[in-house]
């Protein structure tokens, strides 16, 4: 069972900055939020991860509060290409876990 | 970051025939590999979780004797599903894990399976 809530769906202007919210009340100390995007037909690919401390790569931004109850990831900038499903999930790293995917959410950027 | 391939992209079968898909990873040794099912419109659901060299561990529904799994090496994990119906006809997808820093997740780019 996914242990994360995201909101279905969402649009985002492009250029703009995206937002993808993320709930995970239950997830335990050792455990990790990683964020996964799917394009059509498509494996999935991973955008960051981390476990408390905010993180930023060459992709995207993850925000995550001091409780860790939740997470937002930032697309600074938009593009159309952007346009997939975004999954939050949380895992622990190293033992070999797998990876349970929800519903995500479907983000679509407009021009 | 490591690079997981599948084989093949797409396969179209007919209903009672078996067909076999590869997943490789390609410059680490993938300790497990995970298979995954995805029909249209919907997440992906773990099938099953193989270790190099012992017996998948199948999810609970998945039918251990239809969708056949063998991580027979480091770098190769097959998944057979055996006399195909219409409704296996789905996009699966791999992923590969393997130790130390290569306990992240790296995921195939997915088969296409059409079963007529």
């Known amino acids: 069972d996914a242990k994360t809530t995201q909101p279905t769906s969402m649009d985002c202007a492009e250029g703009r900055a995206a937002n993808l919210p993320c709930n995970h009340s239950t997830i335990s100390g050792n455990e990790y939020v990683y964020w996964y995007r799917q394009i059509h037909s498509q494996g999935p690919q991973y955008i960051i991860h981390?476990?408390?401390n905010n993180e930023t790569n060459e992709m995207a931004s993850l925000i995550i509060t001091e409780d860790r109850k939740s997470s937002t990831l930032i697309l600074p900038h938009a593009t159309l290409r952007d346009t997939a499903v975004y999954y939050c999930i949380v895992r622990y790293l190293y033992n070999n876990n797998d990876m349970r995917f929800g519903a995500g959410t479907r983000l679509t950027v407009k021009p | 970051g490591a690079v997981v391939s599948q084989h093949p992209s797409w396969v179209i079968c007919k209903s009672g025939t078996s067909v076999k898909i590869e997943c490789r990873s390609l410059?680490?040794?993938?300790?497990?590999m995970f298979w995954y099912r995805q029909f249209p419109k919907q997440s992906l659901m773990l099938m099953a979780t193989?270790?190099?060299?012992?017996?998948?561990?199948?999810e609970q529904g998945v039918e251990k004797d239809k969708f056949l799994i063998n991580h027979a090496s480091l770098t190769l994990s097959t998944l057979t599903v055996t006399s195909a119906h219409p409704e296996d006809s789905s996009f699966y997808i791999c992923?590969?894990?393997?130790?130390?820093?290569?306990?992240?997740?790296?995921f195939g780019p997915g088969t296409r399976l059409t079963v007529t």
């Open positions: 193989s270790n190099e060299g012992s017996k998948a561990t199948y």
């Open positions: 410059d680490f040794q993938a300790t497990t």
């Open positions: 992923s590969a894990s393997g130790t130390g820093e290569s306990y992240e997740q790296y």
């Open positions: 981390g476990l408390k």
